[in-house]
């Protein structure tokens, strides 16, 4: 029992391993893909940029409509 607990954590440990390397060489011999690619991660979503300028339309109406009642 005690073994394959022992091998167990050893391909733990091999699985980690190879991704560091493959992670690694990626960067190594494309970095302007990886670039492109963790551009692309943190540019926001079409849809989040939708919502959130729906909802900066909306406030800005609310705000309108608020000056409007008051004269």
Do not use: D, H, W
Not at 17 to 35: M, N
Not at 43 to 49: E, F
């Amino acid at each position: 029992m005690f073994r394959m607990e022992i091998n167990q954590a050893y391909s733990l440990i091999a699985g980690f391993i190879v991704f560091a390397v493959i992670v690694i060489l990626t960067l190594k011999y494309f970095p302007s893909e990886c670039a492109e690619f963790i551009r692309r991660l943190r540019s926001p979503s079409a849809s989040a940029v939708k919502k959130q300028s729906e909802e900066l339309l909306a406030k800005m109406n609310k705000n309108v409509a608020e000056r409007k009642s008051r004269k």
